[in-house]
Protein backbone atom coordinates (compact mmCIF):
# COMPACT_ATOMS: atom_id res chain seq x y z
CA UNK A 1 0.00 0.00 0.00
CA UNK A 2 0.94 3.41 -0.77
CA UNK A 3 1.41 6.16 1.55
CA UNK A 4 -1.26 7.54 2.57
CA UNK A 5 -1.32 10.99 2.93
CA UNK A 6 -4.79 11.33 5.05
CA UNK A 7 -3.84 8.56 7.40
CA UNK A 8 -3.66 10.81 10.56
CA UNK A 9 -7.05 11.81 10.04
CA UNK A 10 -8.45 8.54 9.07
CA UNK A 11 -7.53 7.61 12.45
CA UNK A 12 -9.23 10.62 13.75
CA UNK A 13 -12.09 9.46 11.95
CA UNK A 14 -12.29 6.08 13.47
CA UNK A 15 -11.43 6.86 16.94
CA UNK A 16 -14.38 9.01 16.97
CA UNK A 17 -16.78 6.72 15.69
CA UNK A 18 -15.69 4.09 17.71
CA UNK A 19 -15.86 5.91 20.90
CA UNK A 20 -19.95 6.98 19.00
CA UNK A 21 -20.55 3.03 18.94
CA UNK A 22 -19.53 2.74 22.43
CA UNK A 23 -21.59 5.19 23.92
CA UNK A 24 -24.57 5.16 21.66
CA UNK A 25 -24.88 1.64 21.29
CA UNK A 26 -26.33 -0.85 20.09
CA UNK A 27 -26.56 1.87 16.75
CA UNK A 28 -25.84 5.42 16.70
CA UNK A 29 -28.23 8.26 16.16
CA UNK A 30 -27.85 10.23 13.09
CA UNK A 31 -27.60 13.83 14.72
CA UNK A 32 -24.58 12.57 16.68
CA UNK A 33 -22.96 11.57 13.34
CA UNK A 34 -24.08 14.26 11.66
CA UNK A 35 -21.64 16.37 14.14
CA UNK A 36 -18.78 14.92 12.11
CA UNK A 37 -15.38 15.11 13.70
CA UNK A 38 -11.79 17.14 14.59
CA UNK A 39 -8.46 16.91 12.80
CA UNK A 40 -6.05 19.36 12.91
CA UNK A 41 -8.24 21.74 14.42
CA UNK A 42 -11.13 21.77 11.20
CA UNK A 43 -14.03 19.94 12.15
CA UNK A 44 -14.80 17.32 8.87
CA UNK A 45 -17.97 16.03 7.95
CA UNK A 46 -18.54 11.70 8.09
CA UNK A 47 -20.85 12.88 5.17
CA UNK A 48 -24.38 13.93 4.00
CA UNK A 49 -25.77 10.59 4.76
CA UNK A 50 -27.85 11.29 1.32
CA UNK A 51 -25.14 10.21 -0.65
CA UNK A 52 -23.38 6.82 0.04
CA UNK A 53 -19.69 7.01 -0.63
CA UNK A 54 -17.66 10.33 0.95
CA UNK A 55 -14.23 12.26 0.77
CA UNK A 56 -14.33 15.48 2.19
CA UNK A 57 -12.79 18.26 1.16
CA UNK A 58 -10.48 18.55 3.63
CA UNK A 59 -8.66 15.07 2.37
CA UNK A 60 -5.61 14.96 0.35
CA UNK A 61 -5.89 11.84 -1.47
CA UNK A 62 -8.51 10.62 -3.69
CA UNK A 63 -10.19 7.58 -1.84
CA UNK A 64 -13.09 7.95 -0.01
CA UNK A 65 -13.89 7.94 3.84
CA UNK A 66 -16.96 6.95 4.15
CA UNK A 67 -19.92 4.74 2.66
CA UNK A 68 -22.90 4.59 3.44
CA UNK A 69 -25.77 2.31 3.51
CA UNK A 70 -29.39 4.27 3.71
CA UNK A 71 -31.71 2.60 5.58
CA UNK A 72 -34.92 0.75 4.29
CA UNK A 73 -38.28 2.91 3.80
CA UNK A 74 -41.21 0.84 4.93
CA UNK A 75 -43.38 -0.52 1.66
CA UNK A 76 -40.47 1.11 -0.80
CA UNK A 77 -37.99 -0.84 -2.53
CA UNK A 78 -34.38 0.45 -2.68
CA UNK A 79 -33.24 0.79 -5.88
CA UNK A 80 -30.27 -1.66 -5.14
CA UNK A 81 -28.88 -4.00 -2.26
CA UNK A 82 -25.97 -3.64 0.12
CA UNK A 83 -25.35 -7.11 1.64
CA UNK A 84 -23.11 -9.69 3.29
CA UNK A 85 -21.99 -11.78 0.17
CA UNK A 86 -21.70 -15.52 2.11
CA UNK A 87 -19.47 -16.71 -0.47
CA UNK A 88 -16.71 -14.04 -1.00
CA UNK A 89 -16.66 -13.61 2.94
CA UNK A 90 -17.12 -9.95 1.93
CA UNK A 91 -20.13 -6.96 1.76
CA UNK A 92 -21.28 -6.12 -1.61
CA UNK A 93 -21.32 -2.65 -2.55
CA UNK A 94 -22.34 -1.00 -5.18
CA UNK A 95 -21.20 2.39 -7.05
CA UNK A 96 -23.12 5.28 -6.80
CA UNK A 97 -26.15 5.56 -9.75
CA UNK A 98 -24.90 7.71 -13.00
CA UNK A 99 -21.75 7.98 -14.53
CA UNK A 100 -19.16 5.22 -13.56
CA UNK A 101 -16.78 7.79 -13.85
CA UNK A 102 -18.36 10.86 -11.51
CA UNK A 103 -15.79 11.66 -8.45
CA UNK A 104 -18.29 9.70 -5.97
CA UNK A 105 -17.33 6.50 -7.94
CA UNK A 106 -13.54 7.83 -8.64
CA UNK A 107 -13.47 8.02 -4.71
CA UNK A 108 -14.78 4.24 -4.28
CA UNK A 109 -11.93 2.85 -6.98
CA UNK A 110 -9.56 5.13 -5.33
CA UNK A 111 -10.19 3.31 -1.88
CA UNK A 112 -9.69 -0.24 -3.80
CA UNK A 113 -6.00 0.87 -5.37
CA UNK A 114 -4.52 2.32 -2.23
CA UNK A 115 -6.01 0.00 0.05
CA UNK A 116 -6.76 2.54 2.26
CA UNK A 117 -9.37 1.70 5.44
CA UNK A 118 -12.83 3.00 6.03
CA UNK A 119 -15.48 3.45 7.73
CA UNK A 120 -19.38 2.02 6.78
CA UNK A 121 -22.11 3.21 8.30
CA UNK A 122 -25.29 0.47 7.42
CA UNK A 123 -28.93 2.31 8.52
CA UNK A 124 -30.85 -0.04 10.17
CA UNK A 125 -33.84 2.26 10.81
CA UNK A 126 -34.55 6.25 10.12
CA UNK A 127 -31.69 8.16 11.53
CA UNK A 128 -29.89 4.91 13.38
CA UNK A 129 -26.91 3.49 11.97
CA UNK A 130 -24.58 0.87 12.81
CA UNK A 131 -21.07 1.54 12.31
CA UNK A 132 -18.80 -1.29 10.88
CA UNK A 133 -14.99 -0.08 10.63
CA UNK A 134 -12.48 -0.58 9.39
CA UNK A 135 -13.57 -2.08 6.00
CA UNK A 136 -11.27 -2.27 3.44
CA UNK A 137 -12.34 -2.47 -0.96
CA UNK A 138 -10.61 -5.58 -1.84
CA UNK A 139 -12.29 -5.76 -4.97
CA UNK A 140 -13.90 -3.94 -8.09
CA UNK A 141 -16.27 -4.91 -10.41
CA UNK A 142 -16.75 -2.12 -12.65
CA UNK A 143 -19.26 -3.98 -15.17
CA UNK A 144 -21.19 -4.91 -12.49
CA UNK A 145 -20.98 -1.55 -10.62
CA UNK A 146 -19.97 -3.24 -7.24
CA UNK A 147 -17.14 -3.58 -5.00
CA UNK A 148 -16.49 -5.83 -1.77
CA UNK A 149 -15.65 -4.98 1.54
CA UNK A 150 -13.88 -6.75 3.67
CA UNK A 151 -13.90 -6.11 7.56
CA UNK A 152 -10.51 -5.26 9.05
CA UNK A 153 -9.59 -5.36 12.67
CA UNK A 154 -9.38 -1.77 14.47
CA UNK A 155 -6.16 -1.87 15.79
CA UNK A 156 -3.84 -4.03 13.50
CA UNK A 157 -5.77 -2.99 10.18
CA UNK A 158 -5.55 0.68 11.34
CA UNK A 159 -1.91 0.71 11.99
CA UNK A 160 -0.85 1.82 8.38
CA UNK A 161 0.15 -1.45 6.33
CA UNK A 162 -3.27 -2.07 4.91
CA UNK A 163 -5.49 -4.96 5.45
CA UNK A 164 -2.92 -7.92 7.10
CA UNK A 165 -5.01 -9.44 9.51
CA UNK A 166 -5.24 -13.35 8.42
CA UNK A 167 -8.48 -14.59 5.89
CA UNK A 168 -9.47 -16.61 8.87
CA UNK A 169 -9.90 -13.35 11.87
CA UNK A 170 -11.48 -11.34 8.96
CA UNK A 171 -13.85 -14.39 8.25
CA UNK A 172 -14.95 -13.91 12.15
CA UNK A 173 -14.85 -9.78 11.51
CA UNK A 174 -17.56 -10.71 8.92
CA UNK A 175 -19.68 -13.31 10.67
CA UNK A 176 -19.55 -11.52 13.76
CA UNK A 177 -20.95 -8.17 11.86
CA UNK A 178 -23.25 -10.73 10.40
CA UNK A 179 -24.76 -11.33 13.77
CA UNK A 180 -25.05 -7.89 14.70
CA UNK A 181 -26.66 -7.09 11.25
CA UNK A 182 -28.83 -9.74 11.96
CA UNK A 183 -30.17 -8.97 15.21
CA UNK A 184 -30.81 -5.41 14.27
CA UNK A 185 -33.23 -5.72 11.44
CA UNK A 186 -35.26 -8.51 13.76
CA UNK A 187 -35.32 -5.62 16.54
CA UNK A 188 -36.70 -2.87 13.77
CA UNK A 189 -39.04 -5.30 12.44
CA UNK A 190 -40.19 -6.24 15.76
CA UNK A 191 -40.43 -2.89 18.15
CA UNK A 192 -42.35 -1.63 14.41
CA UNK A 193 -44.92 -4.40 14.54
CA UNK A 194 -45.68 -3.63 18.22
CA UNK A 195 -45.53 -0.16 17.75
CA UNK A 196 -42.06 0.15 20.52
CA UNK A 197 -44.03 -0.77 23.23
CA UNK A 198 -44.15 -3.88 25.24
CA UNK A 199 -46.84 -6.06 24.65
CA UNK A 200 -47.16 -7.29 28.65
CA UNK A 201 -47.38 -3.79 30.27
CA UNK A 202 -47.38 -1.25 27.18
CA UNK A 203 -44.13 0.68 28.19
CA UNK A 204 -43.12 2.63 25.83
CA UNK A 205 -40.16 4.12 26.06
CA UNK A 206 -37.68 3.41 24.12
CA UNK A 207 -34.64 3.11 25.44
CA UNK A 208 -36.30 0.12 27.48
CA UNK A 209 -38.19 -2.18 25.10
CA UNK A 210 -36.72 -4.80 23.56
CA UNK A 211 -36.83 -7.33 21.10
CA UNK A 212 -37.20 -10.88 22.57
CA UNK A 213 -37.11 -14.00 20.47
CA UNK A 214 -39.99 -16.88 21.30
CA UNK A 215 -36.75 -19.23 19.97
CA UNK A 216 -33.58 -18.43 19.89
CA UNK A 217 -33.01 -18.15 16.07
CA UNK A 218 -29.63 -20.34 16.37
CA UNK A 219 -31.99 -23.31 16.88
CA UNK A 220 -33.43 -25.66 13.98
CA UNK A 221 -36.88 -23.94 14.77
CA UNK A 222 -35.53 -20.10 15.22
CA UNK A 223 -35.30 -17.89 12.73
CA UNK A 224 -35.01 -14.09 12.52
CA UNK A 225 -38.45 -12.78 12.17
CA UNK A 226 -41.58 -11.16 13.49
CA UNK A 227 -43.70 -14.23 13.83
CA UNK A 228 -40.96 -15.53 16.19
CA UNK A 229 -40.25 -12.67 18.41
CA UNK A 230 -42.34 -10.52 20.78
CA UNK A 231 -41.34 -6.62 22.04
CA UNK A 232 -41.08 -6.62 25.35
CA UNK A 233 -39.33 -4.35 28.06
CA UNK A 234 -36.50 -5.44 29.61
CA UNK A 235 -37.63 -6.72 33.16
CA UNK A 236 -40.27 -8.68 31.21
CA UNK A 237 -37.82 -9.96 28.41
CA UNK A 238 -35.87 -10.45 31.39
CA UNK A 239 -38.27 -12.62 33.48
CA UNK A 240 -39.05 -14.52 29.82
CA UNK A 241 -35.67 -15.55 28.92
CA UNK A 242 -35.19 -16.85 32.28
CA UNK A 243 -38.44 -18.84 32.13
CA UNK A 244 -39.61 -16.78 35.08
CA UNK A 245 -42.38 -15.78 33.16
CA UNK A 246 -44.36 -17.46 29.88
CA UNK A 247 -46.99 -16.51 27.26
CA UNK A 248 -49.43 -19.67 26.22
CA UNK A 249 -49.94 -20.37 22.52
CA UNK A 250 -52.91 -18.05 23.14
CA UNK A 251 -51.13 -15.44 24.68
CA UNK A 252 -52.08 -15.43 27.75
CA UNK A 253 -48.84 -14.28 30.21
CA UNK A 254 -48.23 -16.79 33.46
CA UNK A 255 -45.63 -16.00 36.19
CA UNK A 256 -43.86 -18.80 38.22
CA UNK A 257 -45.23 -19.83 41.03
CA UNK A 258 -42.54 -19.19 42.97
CA UNK A 259 -42.48 -15.05 42.19
CA UNK A 260 -46.87 -15.40 42.48
CA UNK A 261 -46.04 -16.67 45.90
CA UNK A 262 -43.29 -14.64 46.82
CA UNK A 263 -43.90 -11.32 49.22
CA UNK A 264 -41.70 -8.43 47.97
CA UNK A 265 -42.14 -4.79 47.15
CA UNK A 266 -44.10 -3.08 44.85
CA UNK A 267 -41.75 -3.66 41.22
CA UNK A 268 -42.67 -7.88 41.95
CA UNK A 269 -46.32 -7.32 42.62
CA UNK A 270 -47.07 -4.78 40.18
CA UNK A 271 -44.56 -5.35 37.24
CA UNK A 272 -45.20 -9.26 37.25
CA UNK A 273 -47.31 -10.67 39.70
CA UNK A 274 -50.01 -8.27 38.49
CA UNK A 275 -49.60 -9.47 35.20
CA UNK A 276 -50.63 -13.18 35.64
CA UNK A 277 -53.32 -14.23 33.59
CA UNK A 278 -53.45 -11.27 31.05
CA UNK A 279 -52.91 -10.95 27.64
CA UNK A 280 -50.41 -9.68 25.77
CA UNK A 281 -51.33 -6.67 23.65
CA UNK A 282 -50.92 -8.38 19.83
CA UNK A 283 -49.68 -6.19 16.64
CA UNK A 284 -52.40 -4.68 14.15
CA UNK A 285 -51.64 -6.67 11.25
CA UNK A 286 -52.33 -10.35 11.92
CA UNK A 287 -49.44 -11.58 9.73
CA UNK A 288 -47.12 -10.08 12.61
CA UNK A 289 -48.63 -11.95 15.20
CA UNK A 290 -46.62 -14.86 17.18
CA UNK A 291 -46.12 -17.97 15.98
CA UNK A 292 -48.84 -20.04 17.98
CA UNK A 293 -46.66 -22.83 17.72
CA UNK A 294 -43.38 -21.66 18.50
CA UNK A 295 -44.82 -19.95 21.63
CA UNK A 296 -46.39 -22.84 22.29
CA UNK A 297 -42.87 -25.04 22.05
CA UNK A 298 -41.37 -22.29 24.47
CA UNK A 299 -44.19 -22.41 26.70
CA UNK A 300 -43.70 -25.94 27.44
CA UNK A 301 -39.88 -25.14 28.32
CA UNK A 302 -41.19 -22.36 30.90
CA UNK A 303 -43.70 -24.92 32.28
CA UNK A 304 -41.29 -27.93 33.17
CA UNK A 305 -39.19 -24.96 34.12
CA UNK A 306 -41.21 -23.87 36.66
CA UNK A 307 -42.89 -27.17 37.82
Known sequence: MA???DHGLRLAANARVRELAQRHAPLVPLGALREGFTHDGRRVSFGS??????????????????????????????????????ESRAILYHYR??????????????????????????????????????VFVTADDPAARTVLLEVGLP????????????????AYALRETRVRLHQQRFRRDVLRAYRHRCAVCTLREQALVQAA???????????AAVINGIALCAIHHLAYDRNLMGINPEGVVHIARRL????????LREGLQGFHGASIVLPSRPADHPDPERLDRRFQVFRASAA
Open 3 to 5: SDP
Open 49 to 86: FQRGIHRPKEMAGEAALTLTTAPKVPGKTPPYEDELDV
Open 97 to 134: AGSIDQPDNRALRAACLEQVPLIYFHGIARGQYMVVQP
Open 155 to 170: VTDLAGGGLVSPPDVR
Open 213 to 223: HIEEDVGETGI
Open 260 to 267: RDERDGPM
